[in-house]
Nanobody, 115 residues
Framework: QVHLAESGGGLVQAGGSLRLSCISS????????MGWYRQTPGKERELVAR???????DYADSVKGRFTLSRDGAEKMVYLQMNSLKPEDSGVYYC?????????WGQGTQVTVSS
């Protein structure tokens, strides 16, 4: 069983920055991929960014050039650096880890960007 825990959310003005952190209970390199998803009321959870075990990253078009995903295997951490934040970036951000076809999720952290 993999346990994930996010931190770093909060309230920030548009144009500001936040860094989200996710700590894993297990070696992050045992997972096929890790990433960040965002959910807003009434909408499905959507991919923001992810990294596969080989280090390849994917970003949603809406965050390319502003968000950067990184990882630290020794610390079992995954980070999401979010710059130039916009009100539409607001939502609950969930850390995800995937092993084969099984997904593991953290409890989520709220990000609110005010205009």
């Amino acid at each position: 069983q993999v346990h994930l825990a996010e931190s770093g959310g909060g309230l920030v003005q548009a144009g500001g920055s936040l860094r989200l952190s996710c700590i894993s209970s297990e070696n992050i390199f045992m997972m096929n991929s890790m990433g960040w998803y965002r959910q807003t009321p009434g909408k499905e959870r959507e991919l923001v960014a992810r990294i596969n075990v080989g280090g390849k990253t994917d970003y949603a078009d809406s965050v390319k050039g502003r968000f950067t995903l990184s990882r630290d295997g020794a610390e079992k951490m995954v980070y999401l650096q979010m710059n130039s934040l916009k009100p539409e970036d607001s939502g609950v951000y969930y850390c995800n880890g995937r092993i084969l076809h099984k997904d593991y999720w953290g409890q989520g952290t709220q990000v609110t960007v005010s205009s």
